[in-house]
């Protein structure tokens, strides 16, 4: 997967391994989540207004600030220095929108529990595609920030 497949993955909500088995076999995920990624970038970096983006992918003003701030997300995910950074990213970010969805019962919990597995699963896609072991990792894993 390249960056802009990874991009999409995480804005469009897809575990790295799913959205990698439907690469070459379906053009929502080999081009148009990816093209849709782009422009939410581009508008990110002042490229694109918000009208102009609305228009170009389809949806309401309202709905865009959601996407926007998906992608903001996602880049800090996508982009961290090493497979750890992302993955201590991605489940910070899981557990602030827990947090702010609100965390009431056990069912919130176990939702939380498996976002962190999904997470952890996304980690694993990254070491395996890279090369590296998980326990290369495991002074960063267990910093505390």
Do not use: W
Request: with cysteine; charged share 35%; aromatic share 8%.
């Amino acid at each position: 997967m390249e960056r802009k497949n990874y991009l999409a993955a995480e804005v469009f909500f897809y575990s790295y391994d799913n959205y990698d088995d439907h690469l070459g076999m379906n053009e929502r995920f080999d081009r148009l989540m990816p093209d849709d990624a782009r422009l939410l970038e581009r508008a990110l970096d002042g490229e694109l207004d918000s009208k102009e983006l609305a228009t170009e992918l389809g949806t309401s003003e309202d709905d865009l600030i959601e996407f926007l701030q998906r992608t903001k997300n996602a880049r800090r995910i996508v982009d961290a220095e090493t497979p750890v950074e992302s993955f201590r990213e991605a489940v910070k970010q899981s557990i602030q929108i827990a947090l702010e969805k609100g965390i009431s019962d056990e069912a919130d919990i176990d939702s939380l529990v498996g976002q962190i597995c999904y997470r952890a699963a996304d980690l694993s896609f990254l070491l395996r595609k890279s090369g590296e072991r998980l326990e290369q990792y495991s002074e960063d894993l267990r910093r505390e920030s």
